[in-house]
């Protein structure tokens, strides 16, 4: 018998190998599989370690974590954390396939990188992808902006970054499943100059994508707007510190590695495609590294497209990407399999986002079309509800129609079949396709109901179709935004779920029958609910030329089909400019001059977040100066309100839009001064935009509903005058966006200021260097244009008066249009507010009480509209005595200013100072901050500019 002592002696090396088994496969299963390198590109031994991190249709992702070859005192950028996608088609055995490393984009943003892998995997090519260094963990909080910040620290990491991918390269050799000799590289913009790098310092990868990609690297980078703040910072740099950053940027440069990828790039291993527009690497960049690899003949183009908007080009550039590297895949490689029923929430929401898509992206074969028929409830969160239909037949370009019926507001529908039409429930706008009379347009008109539209938005809806098009490969990719669960519902079909991550109660369901076709769509986003009911949603359905003909039985009126057409595409691009942010000028006190007139008439400025235009000379002058200056800005104007307001105008009243300008512009004619008509003209014919168009842009009939007040003596906390204006009109439809602090200098006329709009050469709130102050208020009477147009009229004022009396005088002699009231104001003190008919004039002085008024305290002038007037008043009243310009603008805040509200300005005539604040995008211009500023300032600071020249 063994002693106890013994045994225990004798087994305890076997008990210690059953413990030291239990803990490692317990940190097996919680970290993965560790997996050990004898020797890298570097001659050393690493470990890396893996674990399964997701498992997909027809891939598996794995995450891994390696220690980069390149060790520093940030201790997360030392270690590199990837994924790697393995076909699940590979078997034990099977002959070995090639891998492909993909590199992420500057920006840092992963998902491109991702669907490039997913896009591999499921072609049966193990991929991998890798945090560049300082990126996510590897960096700190401040991210990518580090970089930005850093140029010492940008050049480091490039340089570690093509040391990253020759690690990467020793793991992909040492997985079973990979060819060691037939290992690639892709990238993306960044990650494409730093693919061709690597490629060219790395014999073992075989072949390499470079998109987006060129060389050359230092002018690239004093010339992109994503490295302008880091080549700022390159200038500023010591003359030694700024050789040894360009140095470090040199030995990252493709172009300076080139011959040793030359023979790879000759023998069809190195395919380059590049978008032909490109704005951050410039094509001659990208000629440059192409003829320096010897294949300057065979780089893909991507015509048409600039940097961003290839994005519109991913599935194809994807594909030729797959298939470049496919060429190495074993000839007995299992094909790609069909993709399975759809089972995961994920899919199910792409595949009806792609459904969605189709409608526009996605042609119908000869004689069969798509259909959607669709019933809407919308409640807002005042329990306002409304109820509409909307109809969408998509037949073979270019036949389609549209129709959207909201119950007591619209009804309205536009198609085209063999022309284009447009039909409310009153009348058919038949599309003639010979040329308007006056215009700019080409004298053939395309059919394509985006022909006219901004060029750049055309390419943005692209790029959303190539982005949902790849969306399959990788479903997984809309849960970082999105949160989204699948469930039976009552009837065994399905019901999709779909919510913001991180919380907040916006949310909507889909129930889908037959796990693809939506039958209802509930939604809650931001306090408003909806309900959509799925009549009809058909995709290749046979198709009856019917389904594209305007109603029938209404009258018909023939109109110029390009001016049709154009209207919907001022639609098209409203609707983008309401999802697509605005870029906002910097707040700076100091004015910044942004462009000169070359014939020197003029300056546009930027300050305090407002454009600030100058304009002098006569009027020929002052209209080139401002058509040269705001060329863009007012063609965007002219579009929105000429045709995207006509396009409304025309549905609602059954008139055309251009027969109705044609009038206004034949009765104010004879009334009208002529220099304001010359500067209009001149103004088109610098902006490219016809005559036509811009004289109706400025005719346009306003319809204000506003509130004006004038404040002094008693009334003020110092007994100056103070003078505010609130307009209200149209926020909603983005006039702000082009709102500009106009400045004119008329030749022998007095000099003014107008808060104004690109292009809108009259005025409805002004103050002049005399220190005459108007806001306008509109009233009633349309159709009454047997007069001076009002904007024009009250230009007319600002350049020839100096008081409100001589002010007066011109309004009285004046044939006038329509309803307007006005408060006038100047730095004698005087104040009137006045009510102005086509044949009659009102004029009520400080403290005058009115009938249609709320009470009127002394030293005061007011206009506004019904309950607003009294709660104008009231305010008015409460801080009587103690008003400031900073009381002011409290005082007209809403409810005096209404949601509409487009601009408020507050005036000090005496001092010539304003303050003025536009809307916001989704904001009322009470809501916003105030830039002040000040005429007689302004006036010098132009008059200084040019003669600093």
Same mark, same amino acid.
């Given at each position: 018998m063994i002693p106890l002592n013994l045994l225990l002696s004798r087994m305890a090396p076997c008990f210690a190998l059953c413990f030291v088994t239990t803990v490692a496969l317990a940190e097996q299963d919680r970290s993965g599989e560790v997996v050990r390198v004898a020797s890298g590109f570097d001659k050393t031994e690493f470990s890396y370690r893996l674990a399964l991190e997701s498992d997909r249709e027809s891939f598996r992702i794995y995450r891994l974590t390696y220690p980069s070859p390149v060790q520093g005192a940030l201790v997360q950028n030392n270690t590199i954390p990837a994924e790697l996608y393995l076909p699940k088609e590979l078997k034990p055995g099977a002959k070995r396939r090639p891998a492909v490393i993909c590199l992420h984009i500057l920006g840092g943003g992963f998902e491109l990188t991702q669907l490039q892998c997913a896009a591999l995997a499921t072609r049966g090519i193990p991929a991998i992808w890798f945090k560049l260094p300082y990126y996510a963990e590897r960096g700190t909080p401040s991210g990518p902006r580090a970089l930005a910040s850093d140029p010492q620290l940008f050049t480091k990491a490039l340089a570690q970054g093509v040391q990253d991918v020759r690690r990467t390269v020793d793991v992909l050799a040492s997985r079973p499943e990979?060819?060691?000799?037939?290992?690639?590289?892709?990238?993306?913009?960044? &990650?494409?100059?730093?693919?061709?790098?690597? /490629? !060219?310092?790395?014999?073992? +990868?075989?072949? #390499? $994508?470079?998109?987006? =990609?060129?060389?050359?690297?230092?002018?690239?980078?004093?010339?992109?707007?994503?490295?302008?703040?880091?080549?700022?910072?390159?200038?500023?740099?010591?003359?030694?510190?700024?050789?040894?950053?360009?140095?470090?940027?040199?030995?990252?440069?493709?172009?300076?590695?080139?011959?040793?990828?030359?023979?790879?790039?000759?023998?069809?291993?190195?395919?380059?495609?590049?978008?032909?527009?490109?704005?951050?690497?410039?094509?001659?960049?990208?000629?440059?590294?192409?003829?320096?690899?010897?294949?300057?003949?065979?780089?893909?183009?991507?015509? &048409?497209?600039?940097?961003?908007?290839?994005? /519109? !080009?991913?599935?194809?550039? +994807?594909?030729? #990407? $797959?298939?470049?590297? =496919?060429?190495?895949?074993?000839?007995?490689?299992?094909?790609?399999?069909?993709?399975?029923?759809?089972?995961?929430?994920?899919?199910?929401?792409?595949?009806?986002?792609?459904?969605?898509?189709?409608?526009?992206?996605?042609?119908?074969?000869?004689?069969?079309?798509?259909?959607?028929?669709?019933e809407i409830q919308i409640t807002q969160r005042d329990g306002k509800q409304f109820k509409g239909q909307l109809r969408l037949v998509r037949g073979p370009k270019p036949k389609f129609s549209l129709h959207v019926k909201v119950s007591g507001l619209a009804d309205v529908s536009l198609g085209v079949n063999n022309v284009p039409w447009m039909a409310s429930d009153k009348i058919v706008f038949n599309g003639s396709l010979a040329p308007p009379l006056n215009s700019l347009a080409p004298p053939a008109c395309s059919l394509d109901p985006l022909a006219q539209a901004n060029p750049q938005y055309v390419k943005k809806l692209g790029m959303v179709a190539g982005f949902v098009s790849t969306l399959g490969f990788a479903p997984e990719i809309i849960e970082q935004w999105l949160k989204v669960e699948v469930s039976p519902n009552a009837e065994k079909n399905r019901v999709i779920r779909v919510a913001r991550q991180g919380g907040g109660d916006d949310h909507l369901q889909v129930n889908v029958q037959d796990r693809a076709t939506p039958s209802r769509l509930e939604f809650d986003i931001q306090g408003i609910h909806g309900l959509v009911i799925f009549h009809a949603w058909q995709f290749n359905a046979i198709a009856q030329d019917a389904l594209f003909d305007p109603p029938h039985g209404l009258p018909v009126k023939e109109v110029s089909a390009v001016d049709l057409m154009r209207m919907w595409a001022a639609a098209f691009d409203f609707a983008v400019e309401t999802v697509v942010a605005v870029p906002s000028r910097p707040i700076e006190a100091a004015m910044e001059v942004v462009a000169r007139d070359p014939a020197g008439h003029g300056l546009l400025c930027n300050a305090q977040g407002k454009r600030v235009l100058f304009v002098e000379g006569t009027p020929e002058q002052m209209g080139a100066a401002q058509g040269r200056l705001l060329r863009d800005p007012i063609a965007r104007l002219t579009e929105r309100v000429v045709y995207g307001m006509g396009a409304a105008d025309s549905v609602v009243s059954g008139t055309w839009w251009f027969d109705r300008t044609a009038e206004i512009e034949r009765r104010t004619g004879p009334h009208t001064v002529p220099r304001f008509v010359a500067e209009c003209d001149a103004m088109a014919q610098a902006a490219g935009i016809s005559v036509r168009d811009a004289r109706a842009a400025n005719l346009f009939p306003e319809r204000f509903h506003c509130s004006g007040a004038a404040l002094c003596g008693k009334a003020t906390s110092d007994g100056h005058i103070l003078h505010a204006r609130v307009l209200d009109y149209m926020r909603d439809i983005g006039l702000q966006d082009y709102a500009c602090v106009m400045i004119f200098l008329p030749e022998k006329k007095n000099a003014w200021m107008s808060a104004g709009y690109a292009g809108f050469l009259g005025t409805v709130t002004a103050m002049n260097e005399r220190g005459l102050a108007v806001g306008e208020m509109g009233g009633r009477g349309e159709g009454h244009w047997d007069g001076v147009p009002m904007t024009f009229l009250l230009r007319d004022v600002m350049e020839r008066a100096s008081t409100v009396d001589e002010a007066l005088d011109i309004l009285r002699k004046s044939p006038r249009t329509c309803e307007y009231y006005y408060v006038l104001s100047d730095k004698s003190r005087a104040m009137a507010a006045v009510h102005c008919l086509p044949g009659e004039m009102t004029v009520l002085h400080p403290g005058e009480q009115h009938p249609l008024l709320p009470f009127v305290p002394q030293d005061t002038v007011l206009v506004s509209g019904d309950s607003r007037a009294k709660v104008l008043s009231a305010r008015i009243q409460t801080d009587y005595g103690r008003i400031d310009a900073a009381k002011l603008m409290e005082i007209i805040k809403r409810p005096v200013a209404m949601n509409s509200n487009l601009h408020d300005v507050v005036f000090g005539p005496e001092t010539l100072d304003f303050w003025i604040a536009d809307a916001g995008r989704k904001t009322a211009a009470c809501d916003e901050p105030y830039a002040h500023f000040n005429l007689q300032k302004l006036l010098a600071f132009y008059r200084d500019a040019k003669r600093l020249r």
């Open positions: 990979v060819d060691p000799e037939q290992i690639g590289v892709m990238g993306v913009s960044l &990650g494409g100059i730093l693919a061709g790098t690597a /490629a !060219a310092q790395e014999p073992r +990868l075989s072949r #390499a $994508v470079l998109l987006l =990609a060129g060389g050359d690297v230092l002018p690239i980078i004093h010339r992109a707007r994503e490295t302008h703040a880091m080549s700022e910072l390159i200038a500023r740099l010591k003359p030694s510190e700024r050789t040894e950053v360009e140095r470090a940027i040199l030995q990252a440069d493709p172009l300076q590695h080139a011959a040793a990828l030359r023979d790879r790039a000759q023998r069809g291993r190195v395919l380059m495609i590049n978008a032909s527009e490109d704005e951050v690497i410039p094509r001659a960049n990208t000629e440059k590294l192409a003829a320096a690899l010897g294949i300057q003949d065979r780089v893909v183009w991507l015509e &048409g497209l600039g940097h961003y908007t290839a994005l /519109a !080009a991913l599935p194809a550039t +994807l594909k030729s #990407a $797959v298939d470049f590297f =496919a060429q190495d895949l074993p000839v007995d490689a299992e094909p790609p399999r069909a993709a399975s029923v759809v089972h995961s929430a994920r899919q199910a929401l792409v595949l009806l986002l792609q459904q969605c898509w189709s409608f526009v992206g996605v042609e119908p074969a000869v004689g069969h079309c798509h259909l959607a028929d669709l």
